[in-house]
């Protein structure tokens, strides 16, 4: 069972401290990063050292604020963050292209941003004056549109999931954990992805999906799978979604977001015209476009 997260990060004045930083004389004054108040040092679950607020009352904020400012320190002393492997996804459900593999990135400077979203905190981290969203989730539940507010900005975001970090962990194996965890991180929108996948789209015919009897039938496959009354056609469960060359199914938001229409027929999109199925496929098309 995971262990519920605790307040370890406090300001002592215009600095962020771990709990192993602190000291218990009460002579030295810590406050709560989300609500100001004052904190002592005091005994969490276990016994763990962790910060109370003084006053007793609970604070909505504060272990979500306390963990994303650490965290933004961590990225700030320029301790190395391992992101994860880029892919192209495709809306198809198609097997996904790797773009680069996951990397370790030591960020220039970062800055904790609750402008964007305020349920939902992002750190700025930039390197080389390029900008990396990290969007960091502290509580069991999250909503999509949060999320989607963040993609709208348009800048590459990693989601950092520490809703089951483990707070008691000493500061170096937290650090380890936060940066470098192998499940806590994913992409929810990276723009080399997003810029591949338009080019796929791009490079697709579009070909209307028919209902015939039981069957979906995708007209005028490329390959002519199928022939019926000597038209091609693929069979749309059998064939079109095993198919390399399925890039997408027209729905609502590919349709807005890659296609600039608001046409939401039974369609799908396909590179089996041009044989379009890896980036260098894309590639050699683009020259000879
Ligand atoms: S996705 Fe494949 S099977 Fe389906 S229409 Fe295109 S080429 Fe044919
Ligand atoms: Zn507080």
């Not at 109370?52 to 009352?57: A, Q, V």
């Not at 504060?62 to 933004?72: E, N, P």
């Amino acid at each position: 069972m995971t262990e519920p997260l605790f307040q370890i990060y406090a300001k002592e004045n215009d600095r962020i401290i771990h709990i192993s930083e602190a000291s218990a004389d009460r002579r030295f004054r810590y406050t709560c990063p989300a609500c100001g108040e004052s904190l002592i040092v005091d005994k969490g679950p276990n016994g763990i050292p962790c910060f109370s607020h003084r006053s007793g009352k609970p604070c909505e904020n504060g272990i979500r604020h306390s963990l994303c400012l650490g965290t933004t320190v961590m990225l700030s002393l320029h301790k190395p963050m391992t992101l994860p492997p880029v892919t192209i996804n495709f809306p198809s459900g198609r097997e996904p292209i790797l773009l680069s593999p996951g990397r370790t990135i030591e960020f220039d400077c970062a800055q904790l941003d609750t402008s964007i979203n305020d349920n939902l905190p992002v750190i700025i981290a930039r390197k080389d004056r390029k900008e990396l969203y990290v969007a960091v989730i502290t509580q069991p539940l999250f909503y999509l549109e949060d999320i989607e507010k963040i993609i709208d900005s348009g800048v590459s975001t990693i989601v950092l999931d520490l809703r089951e970090i483990d707070c008691s962990l000493p500061q170096d194996q937290l650090e380890e954990r936060i940066l470098r965890g192998k499940n806590n991180q994913f992409w929810i929108f990276n723009t080399l992805s997003d810029y591949y996948l338009k080019e796929f789209i791009a490079a697709s015919e579009r070909y209307r999906i028919v209902r015939w009897g039981d069957y979906l039938h995708t007209e005028y496959c490329p390959l002519s799978l199928h022939t019926r009354n000597n038209h091609p056609y693929a069979d749309f469960l059998e064939d079109c979604r095993r198919c390399r060359y399925f890039i997408s199914q027209s729905s609502e938001s590919v349709q807005r977001k890659y296609i600039h229409s608001d046409f939401t027929g039974e369609y799908i999109y396909c590179t089996g015209k041009r044989q379009i199925s890896t980036l260098r496929d894309l590639e050699k098309y683009k020259i000879t476009e």
